[in-house]
Structures are given as C-alpha cells and as structure tokens.
C-alpha cells in the first residue's frame, strides 16, 4: 500500500447562490426546450384552466422531467457541468476532485429533477462543511467553483515530448 501524498489539492466548494443560479439558468433553457418541443407536439400552448387543461400539465410532469433528468445526468457526466453550471465556473466531481461516477451523478440529478425542493431543505438542515444536497451526500458528489480559465494559464508549463 503506497503512502498518501503529502501534497494537499484545493477544491473550493460551490456557494449555494451560485449553485441556484447555475440551476436557474438550466431551468430556463430546459423550460423553453420543453415547451417547444410540446408546441410541436401539439400545435399550441393552451393556458385557459379546465379539466383539460389540468390533464395536460399532469401529463407533460413526466415527459419534461425526464428532459430534465437527461439533460443534467448526460451533461454532468460527459462534461461534468451543464450548461448553467458552465457560465458560473461550477463543476460536479466525487469528493476528491476527480469526475463522479455514472452512478452518483444519476443519483444527484434524480433528487435535482424529482424532489429538489425537499432535496435542498434537507440539505441546509443536515449540512456538512460541504454545502452538499442529501441526493450529493447520496451519489458522493460535490459541487466545486472552478478557477477562471486566465488564472490557470499562469500555472500551466508546456513541455514538448
């Protein structure tokens, strides 16, 4: 067995502000995707409340979660950010830094997607110095800030082979 490093890494946890704007900016483009996609299907929008009306909002639940929860579990996983988290400089990695596995980033977007808001208060409620979701603590995911691109250029040695 190899001994640990004594080189330390620092990972700068995500503030909770940040990771909701990151999420807003992800709900907004998955909303108007989601309601284009039901125009489409459909031919209109139609908010006149009715019996139909209240079949259809329970009925479109399903499908734009599953849009969402696609969304969140393809983009975290290949990039491990989606969209809104890119714009803020945020980042999903298991607890040492590294990329997340399929599994507790699946985990993370279930709880993101279906039950957020329980997913939040439970967080703030059982918060850990990792500003962690329980379905993050769930899936060992973490939300980071990452250091901007012109910041890094100055760490960075080229070396030629």
């Given at each position: 067995?190899?001994?640990?490093?004594?080189?330390?890494?620092?990972?700068?946890?995500?503030?909770?502000?940040?990771?909701?704007?990151?999420?807003?900016?992800?709900?907004?483009?998955?909303?108007?995707?989601?309601?284009?996609?039901?125009?489409?299907?459909?031919?209109?929008?139609?908010?006149?409340?009715?019996?139909?009306?209240?079949?259809?909002?329970?009925?479109?639940?399903?499908?734009?979660?599953?849009?969402?929860?696609?969304?969140?579990?393809?983009?975290e996983y290949k990039?491990?950010?989606?969209?809104?988290?890119?714009?803020?400089?945020?980042?999903?990695?298991?607890?040492?830094?590294?990329?997340?596995?399929?599994?507790?980033?699946?985990?993370?977007?279930?709880?993101?997607?279906?039950?957020?808001?329980?997913?939040?208060?439970?967080?703030?409620?059982?918060?850990?110095?990792?500003?962690?979701?329980?379905?993050?603590?769930?899936?060992?995911?973490?939300?980071?800030?990452?250091?901007?691109?012109?910041?890094?250029?100055?760490?960075?040695?080229?070396?030629?082979?």
């Amino acid at each position: 067995m190899s001994e640990p490093s004594s080189d330390f890494s620092e990972i700068t946890i995500a503030k909770w502000i940040d990771r909701f704007f990151a999420w807003l900016i992800d709900f907004c483009i998955i909303s108007i995707i989601s309601i284009l996609i039901i125009f489409s299907a459909f031919g209109t929008i139609n908010y006149e409340v009715s019996e139909k009306w209240i079949l259809a909002e329970t009925t479109q639940f399903i499908p734009v979660s599953i849009i969402f929860f696609a969304y969140w579990t393809i983009l975290e996983y290949k990039k491990g950010q989606s969209i809104g988290k890119k714009i803020l400089n945020l980042k999903v990695t298991d607890m040492y830094g590294r990329p997340p596995d399929w599994k507790g980033i699946m985990i993370s977007s279930f709880g993101k997607t279906f039950l957020l808001p329980l997913d939040v208060i439970l967080g703030w409620i059982f918060t850990n110095e990792n500003r962690q979701r329980i379905f993050n603590k769930i899936g060992d995911t973490l939300i980071i800030k990452i250091k901007d691109q012109k910041e890094n250029k100055e760490n960075i040695r080229y070396k030629k082979d």
